[in-house]
């Protein structure tokens, strides 16, 4: 039996989705404004976003920012799924805390998380600069990797593991040729999201960039400060724009994917009938 819904449940839906995005919508539309103030709209130009390629310190802003976000997405993808196979496949003393531990990183607010790496890096009296962002980048991304590869495993078939084991294959065959399929798209959503949250980070990266190592969100934010131009729209609708996609990407990776137990598996699994004598 279905339930409709009522009309004033769809409408406050509608507006709270309207008041969540109003902001970004009139940041969009704004970004193609042929005024230099954002106030009124006096026609449709692309200007601003050709202007974007003359601006120095975006570009360098930018380089910084894919080198950063590809280096710990690198690595905090193979730490953070070699973290989640080592805690659904192994059973050893003190399991639960390194789990509630691997949480931590998520709950705690950024500042926390900004000036303890600072004291850190000035403790080891490490030189700030891209070195030390890439190190934050990857300490708070290896949570999120890990969290996302580990529901991957939790719906992941072990009997095809233990087949392939039985038929003759040693563990490291069957894990590239078995475990790293099925594990894929839960690794390949876990880099994206990694690296959208590299590429938007602004709170922690201030904390231990150094002078010259400004990413992309440090730039915009130090361009605001001085002055509000329709730039600061275009190319904050590009920084938007990119992060969605990678976001919805990632979201349509840890869906469910069909189990590799197609047709072949299921005739395979099959009892065998012989006619003959």
Do not use: C
Not at 13 to 22: K, S
Not at 61 to 74: E, H, K, N, Q, Y
Not at 169 to 183: G, I
């Amino acid at each position: 039996m279905s339930h409709r819904v009522p009309r004033w449940v769809v409408g406050l839906a509608g507006a709270v989705y309207f008041f969540l995005h109003a902001p970004v919508i009139a940041l969009v539309v704004f970004s193609f404004n042929s005024s230099r103030f954002s106030v009124t709209w006096s026609g449709f130009t692309l200007e601003w976003y050709r202007r974007l390629l003359q601006r120095e310190d975006i570009l360098r802003g930018l380089r910084a920012s894919l080198i950063v976000g590809a280096t710990s997405t690198l690595i905090s993808t193979l730490l953070g799924t070699l973290l989640a196979l080592a805690l659904a496949r192994h059973r050893f003393r003190g399991r639960r805390a390194v789990e509630s531990l691997l949480y931590l990183p998520l709950v705690t607010p950024e500042i926390i998380v900004g000036i303890s790496l600072l004291i850190l890096f000035a403790l080891l009296r490490v030189p700030l600069g891209l070195t030390t962002i890439t190190i934050a980048h990857v300490a708070f991304n290896i949570s999120f990797v890990a969290v996302v590869v580990g529901a991957r495993l939790q719906g992941m078939d072990r009997h095809l593991e233990e087949a392939a084991l039985i038929l003759g294959a040693d563990e490291v065959t069957a894990f590239r040729k078995v475990t790293v399929p099925q594990l894929w798209p839960g690794i390949l959503a876990g880099a994206l999201l990694a690296f959208t949250m590299s590429f938007d980070d602004y709170l922690i990266t201030s904390f231990v960039s150094g002078t010259g190592s400004s990413t992309l969100p440090i730039v915009v934010y130090g361009m605001v400060r001085r002055n509000i131009e329709p730039s600061i729209n275009a190319i904050s609708t590009i920084i938007l724009v990119v992060t969605s996609l990678l976001i919805f990407l990632a979201d349509r990776l840890r869906q469910d994917h069909p189990r590799m137990t197609g047709p072949r598996s299921e005739r395979s699994a099959r009892p065998s009938t012989a006619t003959g004598t």
